[in-house]
């Protein structure tokens, strides 16, 4: 077992704690609890510095517990956002609330037989039956309307002139709530969450502290950013997903295969396992050799594997070797047709209807349909010849052979020219 804050201390994970957390740890197992609003079916790589906290919390000897927000999922969270969200039905919100939970059963240990077993639980559970005035009357009157007001959170929305909804403003209470709930009913002392949470968490300590004279204590950690300054998990095509149907496992691999390298030394401490010695090792490694991208390539392993499957994995290396490296078909035959397109995705695909492709009499009338490829049959039959024309990474030796090779997904045949050039033909039937 690690010692969870100098586990996180290496790691550069801790933003703000209260006073006492460290010794109040060092007594024996402790709980602590993480929220994750249920806004989509699925976390995506923002949500991991905060999964990753409750990994290794638990890999300590803790009891780590996700709370999942279906109460505070219908309400939307003000902190540091310029509107208010939208509100979310229950039925929406089971359905999201499900995956979520499939995905954290990746991370976290929910075996009834460890003692430090994960706990997944619902603020609806018990925020639906409160009434509005028991509510106001049990939890409300601890707080005080100048204590909320001072909140950043707050602060901010009321002075970038967009305001702030009664709902909104009462998030913080439902947030200081839940931390109260669990302390009372579930042993948990402890609250994480990233350093844009801290006035939410703090208010559960405070609510706490006044209503029972009880202790609990608080941790955050730091929000990620990219070394230019961009927002961390946001590409072109926007979220990248933990659902492999959101983001397929090639896309996620590819997304950490590309940070930088300031970057990678940053993420392969937060977004792993690896222990501390092999990602200083993996550092000199890189800095010997920059361009082999050792970082990067121990990133996207451990990450991918982590969130999907080694299975996955080797899928995802597979088609990365595709474009960059030596491949053959039975390596192309492996890729579904999402990640076969995204592998590819730019290049000129050439459609053809089923009877064009049949009545082709050779790979030199195939590749001179409609000019895209080769603007003669001259051309075709130089570069052929030269030994550099391959369908489905198949080198093409006669250009006056038949098509002979089973088209991927039963539509697609891939064509390279060169060392770099490609294009599809898909075949239309």
């Given amino acids: 077992m690690n010692d969870f804050i100098a586990e996180l201390k290496w790691r550069g994970m801790i933003q703000d704690m209260t006073a006492g957390l460290e010794e109040h740890i060092q007594k024996g197992t402790a709980a602590a609890y993480l929220g994750f609003d249920p806004t989509a079916d699925s976390l995506h790589i923002g949500h991991l510095v905060g999964v990753m906290t409750l990994l290794h919390f638990q890999r300590s000897g803790h009891q780590p517990v996700a709370l999942i927000g279906g109460a505070t999922g219908m309400i939307g969270d003000p902190s540091f956002k310029s509107a208010e969200r939208n509100l979310l039905d229950k039925a929406t919100l089971d359905q999201n609330i499900a995956g979520i939970r499939k995905q954290l059963e990746k991370f976290l240990d929910f075996d009834a037989e460890a003692s430090n077993k994960a706990l997944l639980v619902n603020n609806y559970d018990w925020m639906s039956e409160f009434s509005f005035l028991e509510f106001i009357r049990d939890v409300g009157k601890y707080i005080t309307v100048n204590y909320m007001m ?61 209503k ?19 927002k961390f998990g946001k590409t072109e095509g926007g979220s990248v997903w933990l659902d492999p149907e959101k983001t397929s496992p090639y896309a996620f691999y590819q997304f950490w295969l590309n940070v930088s390298d300031e970057d990678a030394s940053k993420y392969i401490r937060i977004f792993t396992t690896l222990d501390q010695k092999t990602v200083e090792d993996l550092e000199k490694e890189h800095q010997e050799a920059p361009h082999l991208r050792a970082l990067q390539k121990a990133l996207a392993k451990d990450i991918t594997i982590l969130v999907h499957s080694e299975k996955e994995y080797e899928v995802a290396l597979k088609a990365s070797g595709i474009l960059f490296g030596k491949s053959s078909l039975e390596d192309l035959a492996t890729l579904d047709e999402r990640t076969f397109l995204q592998v590819f995705d730019g290049v000129d695909v050439i459609e053809m209807d089923q009877a064009t492709y049949e009545n082709a009499e050779s790979v030199l009338d195939l590749l001179t349909t409609d000019q895209t490829i080769f603007k003669s049959k001259g051309e075709a039959r130089k570069m052929i010849q030269g030994g550099g024309v391959s369908l489905n990474k198949q080198k093409i030796e006669d250009p006056n052979n038949k098509v002979e090779t089973t088209l991927l997904q039963d539509k697609y045949l891939l064509v390279q020219k060169g060392k770099k050039n490609y294009y599809i033909i898909k075949v239309l039937s």
């Fill in 150 to 210: 001072a909140k950043d959170s707050v602060k901010r929305r009321l002075e970038d002139g967009n305001g702030l909804s009664f709902t909104e403003f009462t998030y913080q209470l439902i947030q200081g709530y839940d931390f109260y709930y669990l302390w009372k009913n579930k042993g948990c002392s402890i609250q994480l969450g990233g350093s844009d949470q801290w006035g939410n968490i703090v208010t559960g300590t405070e609510l706490i502290r006044k």
């Fill in 212 to 230: 029972e004279g009880g202790e609990a204590y608080a941790l955050t950690v730091p929000l990620i950013t990219k070394a230019d300054g961009t």
